[in-house]
Nanobody
């Protein structure tokens, strides 16, 4: 069982940066691939980024590529999403998710555990 708790969301202006974090419980964090997803009001949840268990492989949605960076610190059981050059269309609840495995996973249905989400609001 893995519990995930996101933090770091908030209200920022367009062009600003923000880093959200996801702290995981359990001693096997390094066995899990991690992903970030987001859900904007009135829209379905969508993939943002994911990272391999070792941190050696990452994948991004086209909409965030070059602006967002996913990383992880296995010693701290934490995964991060650094968001730069934020746009109003990035406004959403951001969720982290965990999948036991050694690949990268883009599909929401692949993930086993989910956090409660953290709100990110970008004003224009």
């Amino acid at each position: 069982q893995v519990q995930l708790v996101e933090s770091g969301g908030g209200l920022v202006q367009a062009g600003a940066s923000l880093r959200v974090s996801c702290a995981a419980s359990g001693r096997t964090f390094s066995s899990y691939a991690m992903g970030w997803f987001r859900q904007a009001p009135g829209k379905e949840r969508e993939f943002v980024a994911c990272i391999r268990w070792s941190g050696g492989g990452t994948y991004y949605a086209d909409s965030v590529k070059g602006r967002f960076t996913i990383s992880r610190d296995n010693a701290k059981n934490t995964v991060y999403l650094q968001m730069n050059s934020l746009k109003p269309e990035d406004t959403a609840v951001y969720y982290c998710a965990a999948k036991r495995g050694y690949s990268v996973y883009l599909l929401e249905d692949a993930y086993d555990y989910w956090g409660q989400g953290t709100q990110v609001t970008v004003s224009s």
